[in-house]
């Protein structure tokens, strides 16, 4: 089951995420299935949330690539190592396109039941992401 776990969030990562197939999400989703992010203001909660979460990172950068670095799956659980990148062609929290191609890893918890998603735990190099665009000074080396 295991392995079967680990399949089903890089299809999701892959597939959904960085290609863009929204049509997945009722498929790999539960209707109940709850995200949290610390980045975020709110609770991401059913397909319908995921769809518009998803919206806004696929409008926001073009070409968006994640790399699966690592995966670990015990139990009902699979934490994922990964890497996405992209170029900055709308608008994202407000900060205006840049045209930057950006880099930020992270590492996301999903926990499955019944072959479905029905928790994720999002954590992002948010601060990175926004040092790349601008919004915040890049940090410098001493």
């Known amino acids: 089951m295991s392995e079967q776990n680990k399949a089903m969030v890089r299809r999701y990562l892959e597939e959904v ?3 863009g197939n929204l049509d997945a999400i009722p498929e ?9 992010d610390p ?5 991401i909660r ?17 070409d968006i690539q994640i790399t699966v670095e ?3 799956a015990e139990g009902d659980c699979v ?22 191609r950006v880099t930020v890893t992270g590492i996301v918890i ?4 019944d072959g479905r998603l ?18 915040i000074p890049a940090e410098q080396p001493a």
Do not use: C, K
Not at 46 to 60: C, E, K, N
Not at 110 to 113: A, F, G, I, S
Not at 118 to 135: I, M, R, S, Y
């Open 28 to 36: 790999l989703f539960a209707a109940d299935y709850v995200e949290r």
């Open 118 to 135: 029905v928790e994720g735990w999002w954590n992002w190099d948010t601060f990175g992401l926004l040092a790349q665009l601008g919004a």
């Open 17 to 19: 995420f960085a290609d």
């Open 70 to 72: 690592d995966q670990i």
């Open 46 to 62: 059913g397909h319908a949330g995921v769809r518009q979460d998803l919206s806004v990172y696929q409008t926001a950068f073009s």
């Open 79 to 100: 934490a994922t190592r990964a890497t996405l990148s992209g170029t900055h062609v709308e608008e994202l929290s407000g900060i205006p396109p840049t045209g930057n």
């Open 110 to 113: 999903h926990r499955m039941t």
């Open 39 to 43: 980045a975020s203001a709110a609770e």
